[in-house]
């Protein structure tokens, strides 16, 4: 946030407690004087609405009302209250509050964290902390000021730079001239060839080809034209036939002319110059059956694969469009399992389904002594692996891509961390894709690392994602909120801006939001499985029996509960079985709402019934949960639990075999990353009850395409689908438009096509503004290495692994 309106803020506060001396002295006394010291932004809220009542007033637009409602924290150091106050997306700042005398202090970041350090440490005054702080390594790097544009940071560099192209006395257009030089395949040159010297050779070339190629056909092959046009200097790559080349030559002269950024954007997307593309997903289990609803293995593996499938796609259209015969070469590397509990994660290579090309490359993770390590470790231990990993993927990518990839994409905190040693290694452009940071998730899980580290290894997990996010050319996200939150909930990203570790080190700059790295590029569903139910010739009407047996037959090995009443509308849910996703929680919801219980069934697929099928820890929680909940609640006749994966084509088809019934789609997470799900259950026009905390806040325009649902009010969202219910009843049509809203919504914005047409074209633009504009980052890179070595590597070594069961 700028000073002068941090200063304005404080100043406004100052002012009030001049004014309202009591007022203030007895909230905070409030607050000093209850047992907490630590109090987030609902509970302070709470605390204010109480302390107003109980002086028969309630809360009205003024400085402390929104002083209050923009505290997102507060921690108590008697005499004094340090605050972090976040009036809104992107803007944040820190002061102190002396509750006995009112003196109101600014504090910087650092202060604010050593309040917290001192609250966890119980620790008057601490000896000096190591610091993290990126900012000045970021001084001369062009950053977003507006919070609404953040996410959208190729347009930005786009406009930014494309003015300063020719600036500098030309230096930047002599570096598009090198850009277009670089480019060759397996030793064929592309692009330009040698001979242009310099752009006023260029500009004369350009101007002669663009005569030679007015007097073709439009169709005529780029083979024909090429005698024609390499004299001039000019080599494949330009079009497949003399309409594209055309094209693409005059949109490079209108940039030599006056550099337009749409003019840009659309020459670059048209560079040959991704062939070779790797995608690393270290953690098991990565494969192509069999692996969903494993512990950590779920949307990440189905985006991955759905992500080639487009990706691979695009890259051929493109290259055959500039009259290449080059085929796209993607490798997704992920490790190799020995012990694969029938998977198919031990074998080395795997062709990837309803690719031409593109497979799975496995290479194990091996002790220090050099063994391969046979069996699944957990996501949250994978990290003393990752550095000898690394080195053996470079040796295995360089032998199957028979050289380097053109664009290394790292996945979750392990896959960014390889990504980052492998983009630097070999010189390649990185981008990230977190899917799901795991900071936002446990509450004070940074705060309170140590209590939960022989677990979850939570500091080594974020000191990885501090490395690799700032090692990474381009960000990735599925979301806005993803990156930067909503007005009253912080961002996932964001929430590595500050934080501490106490007693480990102490994080004042992170990472910026406003950095334009951070692009927002949404995943969508496989279309080929998960189309409208209306759509009736596509439709696997031979699965029908079987899901009818699944959801209305009798209890089994792999069920519990039958339906009473099979005519009620049904909600349905199915998720992997993990805290988080609050599966418990909808069930206990429903068991308590009479309304919503005395109208619809409920339909789970999740976990396992039996606990002793489950390996993982969490999931037996939840699943004896589960069971307490059934026979607490006596829910037999109306909820139906199904302990079982579906294969994909079933899963495709029982979403639209729900939307035949009328009944609704259920996705109750306590936090949603981004929810493929809810994307799934939408593209079959399933109305949709999401969560409000993460991804589907925005997929869902609440009351239009779905509805948003608060996990932590069950009561409330026991309510809203009971409404929707008694609505759809009353009044015919309703489903039906909500239904289509959902077609609507995922149609216009949550495509793979999308999805991939702008990656690579963002991969593009990323990989020319790094050659063009020296954006290597030395001296950011240096840093990194350095907290790599010092900081990172020790954590590695030390995490050792948990027996499971
Ligand atoms: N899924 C599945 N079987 C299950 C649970 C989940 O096939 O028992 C699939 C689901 O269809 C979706 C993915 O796994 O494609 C879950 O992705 P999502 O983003 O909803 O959540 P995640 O598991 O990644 O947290
Ligand atoms: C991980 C998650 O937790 C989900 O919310 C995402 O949809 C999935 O990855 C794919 O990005």
């Known amino acids: ?311 691979e796609r695009e890259m051929r259209a493109r290259i055959e469009a500039q009259g290449l015969d080059i085929e796209p070469n993607i490798v997704v590397v992920t490790r190799l399992i020995p012990e694969a509990d029938g998977t198919t994660c031990n074998e080395p290579l795997e062709p990837i389904a309803g690719t031409r090309a593109s497979r799975i490359l496995r290479v194990p993770f091996r002790n220090p002594e050099g063994d391969v390590v046979p069996h699944w470790i957990s996501r949250f231990e994978v990290w003393p692996y990752l550095e000898r990993f690394a080195g053996e993927v470079q040796q295995a990518v360089t032998m199957e891509l028979d050289g380097r990839p053109d664009l290394i994409v790292g996945n979750y905190s392990d896959g960014n961390l390889v990504a980052s040693m492998l983009a630097s290694r070999m010189g390649v452009t990185q981008c990230n894709i977190a899917h799901a940071l795991e900071k936002t998730k446990y509450l004070f899980s940074d705060l309170y690392w140590r209590e939960n580290d022989a677990e979850y290894h939570f500091a080594t997990q974020y000191t990885a994602d501090l490395i690799a996010m700032n090692a990474a050319d381009f960000i990735v996200t599925s979301t806005y909120q993803e990156i930067a939150g909503t007005d009253d909930s912080i961002g996932q990203y964001e929430s590595y801006e500050s934080f501490t570790l106490p007693s480990l080190y102490r994080v004042v700059r992170g990472i910026d939001i406003f950095d334009p790295k951070f692009n927002i590029v949404s995943p969508g569903a496989d279309a080929d499985v998960y189309f409208p139910y209306t759509d009736q010739a596509r439709r696997l009407t031979g699965l029908h029996d079987e899901l009818r047996e699944l959801v209305f037959g009798a209890p089994g090995a792999q069920a519990r509960g039958c339906f009473e009443d099979a005519g009620r509308p049904l909600l349905f849910t199915m998720a992997r079985l993990d805290r988080i996703k609050n599966i418990a929680g909808l069930v206990e919801w429903y068991a308590a709402s009479e309304r919503l219980r005395g109208q619809a069934n409920l339909l789970v697929i999740a976990g396992h019934i039996d606990p002793g099928a489950s390996d993982d820890r969490e999931e037996q929680a939840q699943i004896e949960h589960m069971h307490a909940l059934f026979d607490r609640y006596g829910l037999d006749g109306q909820v139906r639990w199904l302990g079982m994966r579906l294969d994909k084509m079933l899963a495709g088809e029982l979403y639209r075999f729900i939307a035949d019934l009328r009944g609704a789609f259920v996705q109750p997470a306590l936090f949603e990353a981004f929810g493929l799900t809810v994307i799934e259950a939408m593209s079959s026009g399933l109305p949709t009850f999401a969560t409000r905390y993460g991804g589907p806040l925005e997929i869902i325009v609440d009351g239009v395409s779905g509805f948003h649902i608060d996990p932590n009010h069950g009561e409330a969202a026991s309510d809203i689908m009971a409404g929707f219910i008694e609505r759809c009843a009353a009044r015919p049509g309703y489903w039906e438009q909500i239904a289509q809203a959902s077609l609507d919504r995922v149609a216009s914005r949550y495509t793979w096509s999308l999805y991939a047409e702008r990656m690579m074209t963002l991969s593009r633009i990323y990989g020319f503004w790094k050659f063009v504009t020296n954006f290597e980052r030395a001296e950011t890179r240096r840093y990194l290495e350095m907290f790599y070595g010092l900081q990172w590597r020790p954590m590695a070594a030390a995490v050792a692994e948990r027996p499971q069961g």
């Open 1 to 311: 946030m700028s000073e002068d309106v941090t200063d304005g803020a404080i100043d406004e506060l100052r002012e009030y407690a001049e004014r309202h001396r009591e007022t203030l002295y007895l909230l905070l006394r409030g607050l000093s004087a209850d047992t907490r010291r630590h109090w987030l932004r609902s509970d302070l809220w709470d605390h204010y609405v109480d302390f107003l009542a109980e002086r028969g007033e309630a809360p009205a637009d003024g400085p402390l009302t929104r002083f209050v409602a923009a505290a997102e924290e507060a921690v108590v150091d008697a005499p004094w209250l340090g605050f972090s106050v976040r009036p809104g997306v992107g803007f944040r700042y820190y002061l102190r509050i002396n509750a006995e005398t009112l003196h109101i202090d600014g504090l910087d970041v650092s202060e604010f964290l050593a309040y917290k350090e001192r609250m966890v440490l119980a620790q008057p005054e601490l000896p000096w902390q190591l610091e993290f702080d990126i900012a000045p390594f970021n001084r001369e790097f062009p950053r977003l000021e507006e919070a609404r544009s953040i996410g959208r940071g190729v347009e930005f560099l786009n406009r930014r730079l494309s003015s300063q192209l020719f600036q500098e006395s030309g230096r930047r257009a002599k570096s598009l001239l090198d850009f277009l030089r670089v480019h060759a395949y397996r030793g064929q040159q592309l692009m330009l060839g040698e001979q242009i010297r310099d752009v006023a050779a260029l500009r004369t070339a350009l101007r002669r080809a663009e005569r030679a190629l007015a007097h073709q056909s439009p169709d005529t092959p780029w083979s024909t034209l090429a005698p024609l046009l390499a004299p001039l200097g000019f080599e494949p790559g330009w079009g497949r036939d003399a309409a594209r080349a055309l094209e693409t030559l005059r949109l490079l002269s209108d940039i030599l002319e006056a550099p337009d950024p749409a003019v840009l954007e659309r020459f670059l997307a048209r560079v040959p110059m991704i062939f070779n593309l790797l995608i690393l997903s270290p953690h098991g289990y990565f494969g192509q059956a069999n692996v969903l609803g494993r512990p950590d293995t779920g949307g990440q593996v189905v985006y991955i694969l759905d992500q080639v499938r487009a990706l």
